[in-house]
């Protein structure tokens, strides 16, 4: 059984950096066959894609957030991690981490309980 | 704006079948397969339909799905009190080269 967990800050300032990790539990990162994935969730709305992290350190971020987007594998504490940069109120948000899949299915099949972050000063 | 098309609500009494739809383009929903999640709300989705029309173990067989061209669908027969939740429709988008969802549809039974 996969488990996923993110940690971080539940409150971050505008134009800062938010930075979140996912520990991972019962699969190693650095194995091939998963994308390390973050989704978000504003209030109210409905699931976003934020990017993805391959093993091999490949990363692919949703467009509309690559200019602020940076993703990270930490192989030896098997976690990946997120940091979104110059955050503003439209980034309050919970965010999940979760594994997607690079079968065919392409299923995100595990997925951390979420931490919401909110941007305030 | 979603990338895939939902209706943003669904209702039914209990026992009868709600259908949502889920409309995409020949780079996602078109060249892919299909999955769906259930989310209750205060909790992180939760895997329910994969590969367009495959449940994965603890899934209720009241759950099914299909996948035709560029759009595809999601039923839940038997409705039950325990079904009133978000559904998000998912594909992976070929331009994109990642995931793209619905826009979620909420299920109330009433």
């Known amino acids: 059984q996969v488990h996923l967990q993110e940690s971080g800050p539940g409150l971050v300032k505008p134009s800062q950096t938010l930075s979140l990790v996912c520990t991972v539990s019962g699969e190693s990162v650095s194995r091939g066959g998963s994308y390390w994935s973050w989704i978000r969730q504003r209030p109210g709305k409905g699931l976003e894609w934020i990017g993805y992290?391959?093993?091999?350190?490949?990363?692919n971020s949703n467009p509309s957030l690559e200019s602020r987007t940076t993703l990270s594998l930490n192989t030896s504490s098997n976690q990946f991690s997120l940091k979104l940069r110059s955050v503003t109120a439209a980034d309050t948000a919970v965010y999940y981490c979760?594994?997607?899949?690079?079968?065919?299915?392409?299923?995100?099949?595990?997925w951390g309980q979420g931490t919401l972050v909110t941007v305030s000063s | 704006q979603s990338v895939l098309t939902q209706p943003p609500s669904a209702s039914g009494t209990p026992g009868q079948t709600v259908d949502i739809s889920c409309s995409g383009s020949s780079s996602n929903i078109g060249d892919n397969s299909v999955n769906w999640y259930q989310q209750v709300p205060g909790t992180a989705p939760k895997l329910l339909i994969y590969?367009?029309?495959q449940r994965p173990s603890g899934v209720p067989d009241r759950f099914s799905a299909s996948k035709s061209g560029t759009s595809a669908s999601l039923a839940i027969s038997g409705l039950q009190s325990e079904d009133e939740a978000d559904y998000y429709c998912?594909?992976?988008?070929?331009?994109?080269?990642?995931?793209?969802f619905g826009g979620g549809t909420k299920v109330t039974v009433l």
């Open positions: 998912a594909a992976w988008d070929d331009s994109l080269n990642g995931p793209v």
């Open positions: 590969s367009s029309h």
């Open positions: 979760a594994r997607l899949t690079s079968s065919w299915t392409r299923k995100f099949d595990y």
């Open positions: 992290v391959y093993p091999s350190g490949i990363t």
